[in-house]
C-alpha cells in the first residue's frame, strides 16, 4: 500500500526529485546534517509560547498554530522559498479534504524576521493534485531519478549519498 504524502515530502519534491525518493524510500541522513541542526536550533529557540509541532494523521506537521486558524511553518532562509509556500498550501489543501477550511498559512523566517502569507487558490488545488501523481510515481521507481547537480547539493543531508 502507498504510504501517504507527508508535508516534508512535498517540500523535498520541490527541492529535489531524487532527495524526495530518498526520503520516501526511508533513506534518511538528515540527523548529522549541519543545516538539519541549525533548523532544529531554531525551531527550539523561536516561537517559544506557541504550542509546536501539531501532527495531523502522521501526514502535515504544522510548526505552530496563532489564534483565528492560522497554520504557521518555520524556515530558516528564503532559498527555496517556493518549497515552503507549497508545503504549507499542502496542508491547507489536505485540512480542506478533511472539511477544515476558512484557515490560511503563513511561512514565518525568524532569522529574517520577516513572514508571507499563504492563501490556497482553486489553481493551487489543481496543481496540488498534478504534483501528487507525478511524485507517486517518482518514488514508486526501483531506483532514484537521475543525478541532477544544483547549487543547493553541497548544502543536502544525501550529498555524500549523491556524490561518492
Ligand atoms: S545532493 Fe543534490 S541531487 Fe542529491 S538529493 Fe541532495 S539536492 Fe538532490
Not at 517540500?11 to 541522513?29: D, E, G, L, P, S
Amino acid at each position: 500500500m502507498d504510504k501517504p504524502i507527508s508535508g516534508t515530502m512535498i517540500y523535498y519534491y520541490m527541492v529535489c526529485k531524487r532527495k524526495v525518493w530518498y526520503f520516501y524510500n526511508q533513506i534518511q541522513m538528515e540527523a548529522d546534517n549541519e543545516n538539519v541542526q541549525i533548523g532544529k536550533i531554531i525551531d527550539e529557540n523561536t516561537y517559544e509560547r506557541e504550542d509546536k509541532h501539531i501532527n495531523i494523521d502522521d501526514v502535515i506537521n504544522i510548526d505552530y498554530i496563532r489564534s483565528k486558524g492560522t497554520l504557521h511553518e518555520v524556515k530558516k532562509s528564503k532559498k527555496i522559498e517556493e518549497a515552503g509556500i507549497m508545503q504549507i498550501k499542502y496542508y491547507l489543501y489536505y485540512l480542506k479534504q478533511k472539511g477544515v477550511e476558512n484557515i490560511n498559512g503563513k511561512v514565518d523566517y525568524p532569522l529574517l524576521k520577516q513572514s508571507i502569507n499563504i492563501e490556497l487558490t482553486d489553481e493551487d488545488e489543481s496543481n496540488i493534485e498534478n504534483m501528487l501523481v507525478d511524485l507517486k510515481e517518482i518514488v514508486n521507481k526501483p531506483l532514484p531519478p537521475l543525478l541532477e547537480k544544483k547549487q543547493i547539493c553541497k548544502k543536502c543531508a544525501y550529498f555524500e549519498l549523491c556524490y561518492i
